[in-house]
């Protein structure tokens, strides 16, 4: 099982990009991001639900940044737009079968792929 995230880099507020995170070894039924700036905790950011198939943001994102999934190329996706310098942070590409009460909950995920930065700058 292994997750391998990639599309982070540097833009400018207001700017976009979008995220990928390919899956080998295995299908994603649940999959998430979650990000971690410098000097603070890891935190969710967005996460599509095998449960009940729906897909929840946290709020500061919400309406800027979409996750999508194309599960014939086991690979998920976070669309983010609209940038804001606080969104700076490693994100990480999350798999596994969380219950609902733990989808925004590290411990709630199995599978972590490496971590790709992302940099707004103002």
């Known amino acids: 099982v292994q997750l391998q995230a990639s599309g982070g880099g540097l833009v400018q507020a207001g700017g976009s990009l979008r995220l990928t995170c390919t899956a080998s070894g295995f299908t994603f039924r649940s999959g998430g991001w979650f990000r971690q700036a410098p000097g603070k905790e890891r935190e969710f950011v967005a996460a599509?639900?095998?449960?009940?198939?729906?897909?929840y943001y946290r709020d500061s994102v919400k309406g800027r940044f979409t996750l999508s999934r194309d599960n014939a190329k086991k690979t998920l996706y976070l669309e983010m737009n609209s940038l804001k310098p606080e969104d700076t942070a490693v994100y990480y590409c999350v798999a596994g079968n969380p219950i609902l009460s733990t989808l925004s909950a590290s411990e709630g995920w199995s599978s972590w792929g490496q971590g790709t930065q992302v940099t707004v700058s103002s």
């Open positions: 599509f639900n095998y449960g009940n198939n729906r897909i």
